[in-house]
Each structure stands twice: as structure tokens, then as C-alpha cells.
């Protein structure tokens, strides 16, 4: 479902000004599954789920929690 984390300059401001993380996704996987895979996986509270599809590939904009900065799951993940 989750197929990676996307670390590009765009990515790792959003990361920082908006605490959210961007992942791609597969592309026929709908919001809500999208939410409960990152909320179990990541073991964080998702605000929102937001997705854009393009150039054949889908991309899931996921705002978290306050409680959890964006910053500390991509760290924990090898992102940054």
C-alpha cells in the first residue's frame, strides 16, 4: 500500500512548516485505507488525507497530529 516516502526540497519544507509527510501510494488505494495503514504503521493520529495523482503515480499528503511532529516520524524512518 505504502510504497515510499517522498524526500524531495518541497517535501522537507512541507515536513517542517506544515507537519505533514508525503508518501506515494498505490494508486488504487483509497483515502480511508490510506489513513488506518499510517495510523497502525507509524503508530501517530492523522488529521487529514489529502491525495493527488500524477504521471501515473499517486501521492497521499497526510497533516498529523500536534502531538506528533512530522519531523520525528520521518526522522524515525531514515527520511532526514
Known amino acids: ?10 517535501g522537507m519544507r512541507i515536513i517542517e512548516s506544515e507537519n505533514t509527510i508525503i508518501l506515494e501510494v498505490n ?6 485505507e490510506i489513513k488506518k495503514e499510517v ?3 507509524f503508530k501517530v493520529k492523522v488529521v487529514s488525507v489529502n491525495t493527488l ?3 501515473n503515480r499517486k501521492y497521499a499528503y ?3 497530529d500536534a502531538k506528533n511532529p512530522a ?3 520521518a526522522t524515525k524512518f531514515g527520511v532526514i
Open 39 to 41: 495510523e497502525t504503521q
Open 1 to 10: 500500500m505504502i510504497e515510499r516516502f517522498v524526500s524531495t526540497e518541497k
Open 27 to 32: 494508486r488504487r488505494t483509497k483515502k480511508p
Open 62 to 64: 497526510i497533516k498529523l
Open 53 to 55: 495523482t500524477r504521471a
Open 71 to 73: 519531523i520525528d516520524v
